[in-house]
């Protein structure tokens, strides 16, 4: 049972436009959301988050938007860089009904950023 | 602050071996996680510690996999009579509050 799906296993985008890397979830429990960027031989590094509260969060060119009616979440990367080249992982945390905090991740997609 | 470190970094090891793998987390956190990755997958979760106390257990653990965190520092995971189902990246994270998860590099376990 896949509780987040990340149905795109791979992007690719130009440098200098927007990368959309889409996550869908099936628990309604969830309330908290987070988005990872993974490089090989490296464990994954905490990108972005955003609480069920909101529906949308900002942190430079990283924008999370959250849509609870559809189960649905984004990740907006704006401009695009080569650097931003890895694989991008929705994950999502059932705060208030559990007290461990532990995450349940997609599949992931892989971004590639074109120079 | 040098973040979560695991060692070893790779660990290759014949079929029906124990291997003991460890992580330090980042100092001031107080809740650790346990999660494996295999190709094309995201991390799943396997146990959870809050200080030295283990409040969560997945059912992917089977009892060849043991987990400690003596005096709630750092931890190490064992997996006795190794299979070949459990190679994979065996990733550790800490996190100060029940949020964000900050992750180590993983170990890579390969049984041959």
């Known amino acids: 049972d896949q509780q987040v799906k990340q149905n795109s296993p791979s992007l690719s985008v130009q440098e200098g436009r927007i990368s959309i890397l889409n996550c869908d979830y099936t628990?309604?429990?969830?309330?908290?959301f987070l988005w990872y960027k993974k490089y090989p031989a490296e464990g994954p590094t905490f990108l972005i988050s955003?609480?069920?509260?909101?529906d949308k969060n900002e942190d430079g060119r990283f924008t999370v938007f959250l849509n609870k009616s559809a189960k649905h979440l984004s990740l907006h990367i704006v401009p695009s860089q080569p650097g931003d080249s890895a694989v991008y992982f929705c994950?999502?945390?059932?705060?208030?009904?559990?007290?461990?905090?532990?995450?349940?991740f997609g599949q992931g997609t892989t971004l590639q950023v074109k120079p | 602050d040098t973040g979560v470190s695991q060692d070893p970094r790779h660990k290759i090891t014949k079929r029906g071996q124990n291997v003991t793998f460890r992580c330090d987390p980042i100092?001031?956190?107080?809740?650790l996680y346990w999660y494996r990755q295999t190709l094309g997958q995201g991390p799943e979760f396997l146990t959870y510690?809050?200080?030295?106390?283990?409040?969560?257990k997945s059912r992917l653990l089977s009892d060849r996999f043991s987990a400690e965190r003596p005096k709630g520092s750092f931890s190490t995971l064992e997996i006795q009579r190794t299979e070949q189902g459990d190679s994979a990246m065996y990733l550790c994270?800490?996190?100060?509050?029940?949020?964000?998860?900050?992750f180590g590099p993983g170990t890579r376990l390969t049984v041959t």
């Open positions: 994950a999502a945390s059932a705060q208030r009904s559990s007290n461990t905090g532990k995450l349940i």
């Open positions: 510690f809050q200080n030295e106390a283990q409040l969560e």
């Open positions: 955003i609480s069920s509260i909101k």
């Open positions: 628990n309604s429990m969830f309330d908290y």
């Open positions: 994270a800490s996190s100060e509050r029940s949020y964000e998860q900050y």
């Open positions: 100092s001031e956190h107080n809740r």
